[in-house]
Nanobody, 123 residues
């Protein structure tokens, strides 16, 4: 059974930093692509960042480029999202996701989603 458990969310002031982590189990981690989406009320889920199975490729949403960094550790089955220079518009629920298809990963339809962790950025 695929499990994705996020941690690291919380409340931070604008300009601050947070580090989200996702611990994965129940599948062959090194084969799957990993990523983060975020959900804001009244809006569709948005791709924040994605990383390919062996880490060679990364993709970022336009609004976070230059501020967020996604990394993965295939020995520990974890993926991390370092978020710097946070802005109030980064507020939302952040979901760890996984899929074997890069296209599915980057078009809001990955197979598996975690429960999400809340990030709130105050102005």
């Amino acid at each position: 059974q695929v499990q994705l458990v996020e941690s690291g969310g919380g409340l931070v002031q604008a300009g601050g930093s947070l580090r989200l982590s996702c611990s994965a189990s129940g599948f062959e981690f090194r084969i799957n692509h990993m990523g983060w989406y975020r959900q804001v009320p009244q809006k569709e889920r948005e791709l924040v960042a994605a990383i390919s199975n062996y880490g060679a490729s990364q993709m970022y949403g336009d609004s976070v480029k230059g501020r967020f960094t996604i990394t993965r550790d295939n020995r520990k089955n974890t993926v991390t999202l370092q978020m710097n220079d946070l802005k109030p518009e980064d507020t939302g629920v952040y979901y760890c996701v996984t899929d074997r298809s890069w296209q599915s990963m980057t078009t809001a339809s990955p197979d598996f989603w975690g429960q999400g962790t809340q990030v709130t950025v105050s102005s």
